[in-house]
């Protein structure tokens, strides 16, 4: 775990009425001018607080692999991710799926590792702080929407807390159910 999560998720864990949490959810965290230079560099769309940078794919003949960076900014706490993508177009005669993909928190090629250095450095500048996969799957004990368990991604990065607040239970599950 790092900072954000040792200090954001006991305060979820402890308020269980979300009020701080909320309140937390409203702030908005500033960004600097020398971030969107970055994003503007690049062939960029942005849905809630996510960016899709599409960066330019490998062609050798009919083969081709498309590279995208995805960063993530959280409304609820100065953190963000990145994840790298790739794609391939499945040229096989019986496929299932039309594209084979693929993301990990380690850049393909050396074109996203120079835009992760690049976007890494200017938002911890600015305060934030990054949050690796691993620590973004971490699953927090005791706090279930609908039966399915809440992951620290759920609460940072997707607003359960906002969206589901009504629904969110405490407590033991049993398993053996």
């Not at 960016?51 to 609820?76: A, D, H, M, Q």
């Not at 359960?160 to 607040?165: A, E, H, M, P, R």
């Amino acid at each position: 775990m790092n900072a954000v999560s040792d200090v954001f998720l006991p305060m979820i864990l402890s308020e269980k009425n979300y009020d701080k949490a909320k309140r937390l959810m409203t702030k908005k965290y500033p960004v600097d001018n020398e971030f969107i230079s970055i994003l503007k560099s690049y062939d960029t769309r942005e849905i809630d607080n996510t960016w899709e940078i599409v960066l330019k794919p490998f062609v050798k003949g009919n083969f081709s692999i498309g590279y995208g960076t995805r960063l993530c900014i959280s409304t609820v706490c100065p953190a963000f991710y990145i994840e790298h993508e790739y794609s391939i177009s499945n040229q096989a005669r019986e496929r299932d799926a039309n594209e084979l993909m693929g993301r990990s928190d380690t850049p393909y090629i050396e074109e996203q590792a120079i835009l992760e250095k690049k976007l890494v450095r200017t938002l911890t500048v600015s305060g934030y702080q990054r949050i690796e996969k691993k620590d973004r799957n971490y699953m927090i004990p005791n706090a279930y929407i609908e039966d399915e368990q809440v992951s620290l991604e759920s609460i940072i990065f997707n607003n359960v807390l906002d969206t589901f607040s009504d629904c969110l239970e405490w407590g033991e599950k049993n398993k053996n159910v």
